[in-house]
């Protein structure tokens, strides 16, 4: 069964970092792209970013370009989400998904809250 | 980019049919075959409820079916059940940067 737990979210003040990790079980993590898709509270969901099977392609949003880097370690199964200056406008639930292709997510993890405050 | 258009919210009795729609530009729904369609339920993750605009996943039922004319995609629920209750996404590859970009949602209601 294919299995995918987020974590690393929590309270930041807006200017500062958080690394989100995403663990996957149950699949060959190093054959899919991952994603990471994030939801405001009481919104919709939002793509964040992108990462290719081997780690070498990676793609943001407009609205994280610069300020985010998307990671994979293939050896431990994990993907991660390095953000930084973060903003008010960043707080939600951040989701990691396994990408059936690049652009359709067939499995998710489930979730996890960041709360940037001032 | 703007998000794609569906409506806020949708209904029908049990056993009818409900009909979401999905509007975007020739440069994401309309010149792409990766539209999908994601199910929420409150507090949960997304589930994938259709792929490359009308394919299904293993588990899902056939009651769920999707097309695309043109700029909008449109995701039909057949003979409604209760547990169909639920928020509806659409997505679409948006032409660059590898980008997809969602809709605002749907909240389908089971009278």
């Known amino acids: 069964e294919v299995q995918l737990s987020d974590s690393g979210g929590g309270l930041v003040q807006p200017g500062g970092s958080l690394r989100l990790s995403c663990a996957a079980s149950?699949?060959?993590?190093?054959?899919?792209?991952m994603s990471w898709v994030r939801q405001a509270p009481g919104k919709g969901l939002e793509w964040v970013s992108v990462?290719?099977?081997?780690?070498?392609?990676?793609y943001y949003a407009d609205s994280v370009k610069g300020r985010f880097t998307i990671s994979r370690d293939n050896s431990k199964n994990t993907l991660y989400l390095q953000m930084n200056n973060l903003r008010a406008e960043d707080t939600g639930v951040y989701y990691c998904?396994?990408?059936?292709?690049?652009?359709?997510?067939?499995?998710w993890g489930q979730g996890t809250l960041v709360t940037v405050y001032s | 980019q703007s998000a794609l258009t569906q409506p806020p919210s949708a209904s029908g009795s049990p056993g009818q049919s409900v009909t979401i729609s999905c509007t975007g530009t020739?440069?994401?729904?309309?010149?792409?075959?990766?539209v999908s369609w994601y199910q929420q339920y409150p507090g949960k993750a997304p589930k994938l409820m259709i792929y490359?605009?009308?394919k299904r996943p293993s588990g899902v039922p056939d009651r769920f079916s999707g097309s695309k004319s043109g700029n909008t995609a449109s995701l039909t629920v057949s003979g409604l059940q209760a547990e169909d209750e639920a928020d509806y996404y659409c997505s679409s590859y948006a032409g660059s940067n590898q980008e997809v970009m969602f809709g605002g949602g749907t909240k389908v209601t089971v009278l």
């Open positions: 998904a396994k990408g059936l292709n690049y652009y359709s997510f067939d499995y």
């Open positions: 020739s440069s994401d729904v309309g010149g792409s075959n990766y």
């Open positions: 149950g699949l060959t993590f190093s054959s899919y792209a």
């Open positions: 990462i290719s099977i081997s780690g070498s392609g990676t």
């Open positions: 490359e605009v009308r």
